[in-house]
């Protein structure tokens, strides 16, 4: 990921580790949890989670054999 896109979204993740002690500990017990809770925080706090678009016409599908 490009530090720019993940920089603001490691502070939702620290947020979220304050909010949660007992997730601190657990990633403190287990380091090899570390990686999906990172993951997992990028997902949750993405730029493009609240942007929703709308069809402005007919759905159209297309299946190729």
């Known amino acids: 990921y490009p530090l ?4 603001p979204r490691g502070h939702a993740g620290m947020v979220n580790l304050i909010q949660r002690p ?3 500990e657990q990633l403190r017990a287990d380091r090899s ?12 706090e993405s730029p493009s989670a609240g942007m929703w678009r709308i069809a402005m016409s007919g759905l ?3 299946h190729r054999a």
């Open 60 to 62: 159209v599908s297309v």
């Open 22 to 24: 007992a997730l601190l």
């Open 4 to 7: 720019g896109a993940t920089a």
């Open 33 to 44: 949890l570390v990686g999906r809770f990172i993951d997992e925080t990028l997902r949750r």
